[in-house]
């Protein structure tokens, strides 16, 4: 019993010396004499002013905790009055007894009411001293034992807080408003970190054009400003590091911007070293337009305005301190579906490579709309020249880019290419989007085209065939126009030189040639129209057309051979063959201005067997050895056809029709080889 009573009686010593220690801590210890000492260490530290304008409270039981009230950190010296940082209420507490072992045991910290105004100016900010060492200050010596410190904390809240970033260079203010941080357990040691979980949301508030008047560090909020807060939050489930192993448990995140959530799993290895995460990534289907809105971003205007209506993703991802790969990839925007991998094979320089395939596209829907132009007061006046564009000579001179593209349809100005393969190699001012493939109109597309932004001035080399294609349904998709029809073959090699699209389309050079087999021109049919010619030669009275359906003009063969000289397209040789009829000529296009200027020779081929082909008013006996010179003036979107009066004068129609037609032959000969020619 004796042993007992001893016990007890030290007990009770101990425990009657740990309660006359606590109130004589309370009684005698008054941490707000220590506040001119804090505020005074802060000012040498840091040459910012540290200011407690609320009382300091230290409290002993659960913890050995202290709480400070109405908190003001002074900005950068330069960066303007208004605080870096404003608290209202903080407190940490500390267990006492855990200390001997190394363990460090904190309770939750708890910050109330903070704001925190980040202001940066290119190359400098108010918060980078903060993190500067003074050279008074003595290094610590390094830990040998091998062993760290092991910490505990309860948990951290964070609440009513606001960070609010400017960016006086870009005069931009960006605002984190209502912020509210959670967290669970946090327990770091040698072996392993922890934390339990994490809890954030707040709101989210760019301004693009700050006001005049703000001051450095200021939200900058204007009537300008159209833009709403947007609410975000973050959720992250227990994350597990081995500090051993240098493994990453897996975790999940969810992060929700607006309307616009994202889905992460991750988890990781070697995290001392290459920190590998592997993971996948999901954005639920969401509509892209309402997204841009949320985020402040006006959606563009749209010939369609039903596009941008859905937008969904699925990938797992690798990503290590060096590179980002995208696997099993699937990508939904509207009625687009995008599969394949692609991914930075070096974060530094950004290096892109890619292998997708798109089921189909069309751009079409989602360009800007087509205006239309008012009436021009003086329609003979040609509309004003857009001004040139200038190439991102920087950025292409940057790209690294490596990959492929597979398209199994594809609308662009109407036309509809179809099992599309599109490599794209881009590397030190190098680009090159070729050799592509497709389907176009029945027949096939084989294009290649180089960039080389490397010169002072960039070079553009175009390398690009047709064969077999459907003209008619080309035409009609390009041009709405239904009065060409055959089957064509094309090649077009030309080069330009130029900083601005304008200087390249004027500096064009290079070979062009056409090929259109078993044709038809829509619209006239050119034969008959002869025939009337030859009835008037012979006095006789022109029969009237009988045939139902569209005129037409079939021929054999139209081939269109000539050269890009410095933006003007030159036609060397135009010829087209029919049964009955044969026209040549030459002439040139600028390519600029689409001032046109051709000179061109229609005459009968041969006459047919009788004299009369199928279908026809008469014969061509009087046209046998006649030809028809025409000109065509004018511009593309508005040519014009004639023929050439003078020239006809000369010759033998000239003569016949003076004497036998007068100018009834003229004007018939004329409206109808303008239908052919110009419409």
Do not use: C
């Amino acid at each position: 019993m004796r042993i007992f009573r001893i016990v007890a009686i030290v007990a009770g010593t101990l425990v009657a010396g740990v309660l006359l220690g606590i109130i004589a801590l309370l009684l005698f210890v008054d941490p707000n004499r220590y506040r001119g000492d804090i505020e005074k260490a802060a000012k040498e530290h840091s040459a910012r002013v540290l200011t407690l304008h609320g009382k300091l409270e230290l409290k002993v039981f659960p913890w050995l905790a202290l709480s400070v009230h109405d908190v003001e950190l002074s900005n950068r010296p330069g960066f303007g009055k208004q605080p870096f940082l404003t608290v209202q209420n903080a407190s940490i507490g500390v267990k006492l007894l855990p200390l001997l072992s190394q363990r460090l045991e904190v309770s939750r910290v708890k910050l109330e009411g903070a704001n925190i105004n980040l202001v940066t100016r290119g190359g400098q900010n108010n918060w980078q001293d903060l993190g500067e060492e003074s050279q008074d200050t003595p290094k610590k010596p390094a830990d040998s034992s091998g062993l760290g410190t092991a910490v505990s904390i309860e948990g951290v809240d964070v609440s009513k807080t606001s960070v609010v970033y400017s960016d006086e260079v870009k005069k931009s203010t960006t605002e984190l408003g209502n912020l509210e941080l959670h967290t669970g357990r946090l327990e770091t040691g040698p072996a392993r970190t922890a934390l339990e979980k994490v809890e954030l949301h707040g709101t989210y508030l760019a301004h693009t054009a700050p006001a005049a008047d703000t001051q450095p560090g200021s939200s900058g909020t204007g009537a300008a400003d159209v833009a709403k807060p947007l609410a975000f939050s973050l959720n992250a489930s227990a994350l597990a590091l081995d500090n051993q192993a240098h493994t990453l448990a897996p975790t999940k995140i969810e992060v929700k911007v607006g309307d616009f959530a994202v889905d992460v799993s991750v988890s990781g290895e070697k995290m001392s070293t290459e920190r590998v995460m592997t993971g996948s990534i999901t954005v639920p289907k969401t509509s892209a337009r309402k997204l841009l809105q949320s985020l402040g971003i006006a959606p563009p205007i749209t010939r369609d305005p039903g596009v941008l209506s859905a937008l969904a993703l699925q990938t797992n991802f690798r990503v290590t301190r060096k590179q980002l790969q995208l696997s099993a990839l699937q990508l939904t925007l509207d009625d687009t579906q995008v599969q394949g991998t692609a991914g930075i094979d070096d974060l530094d320089t950004s290096a892109l490579r890619f292998d997708l395939n798109v089921n189909g596209i069309n751009v079409d829907r989602y360009r800007a709309p087509v205006e239309k132009a008012p009436a021009a007061k003086h329609p003979s006046s040609p509309p004003p020249a857009a001004p040139p564009t200038p190439l991102p000579l920087e950025t292409l001179r940057k790209l690294d880019v490596n990959g492929t593209l597979h398209v199994a349809s594809a609308t662009f100005s109407n036309l509809v290419f179809t099992d599309v393969v599109m490599p794209l190699v881009a590397k030190d001012g190098h680009i090159r989007l070729g050799p592509t493939q497709a389907r176009l109109y029945g027949g096939t597309y084989n294009g290649d085209i180089v960039l080389d932004a490397r010169p002072v001035q960039a070079q553009l080399s175009l390398n690009e065939h047709l064969h077999g294609t459907d003209i008619g349904a080309l035409v009609k998709a390009a041009f709405d126009s239904a009065r060409l029809s055959g089957r064509a073959d094309a090649d077009v090699a030309v080069t330009g030189v130029g900083n601005t699209d304008d200087a390249i389309k004027r500096s064009l050079t290079g070979k062009i040639g056409v090929n259109v087999k078993q044709g038809a021109i829509v619209g006239v049919d050119i034969v008959f129209e002869l025939q009337r010619v030859n009835a008037l030669l012979k006095r006789q009275i022109p029969a009237q057309r009988t045939a139902t359906g569209p005129a037409l003009t079939h021929f054999n063969a139209l081939q269109m051979n000539g050269g890009l000289d410095k933006g003007v397209l030159r036609i060397d040789d135009l010829q087209m063959a029919a049964d009955f009829l044969k026209v040549h000529g030459r002439g040139t296009l600028d390519t600029v201005s689409e001032a046109i200027n051709y000179q061109l020779v229609a005459a009968v081929n041969k006459l047919p067997a009788g004299n009369a082909p199928a279908g026809a008013g008469g014969g061509l006996d009087a046209l046998g050895a006649v030809e028809v010179p025409l000109t065509i003036t004018g511009t593309m979107s508005s040519p014009t056809v004639r023929p050439d009066i003078g020239a006809l004068a000369k010759g033998k129609l000239g003569q016949e029709v003076q004497q036998k037609a007068g100018d009834l032959v003229k004007k018939k000969l004329g409206d109808k080889l303008k239908d052919l020619f110009g419409r």
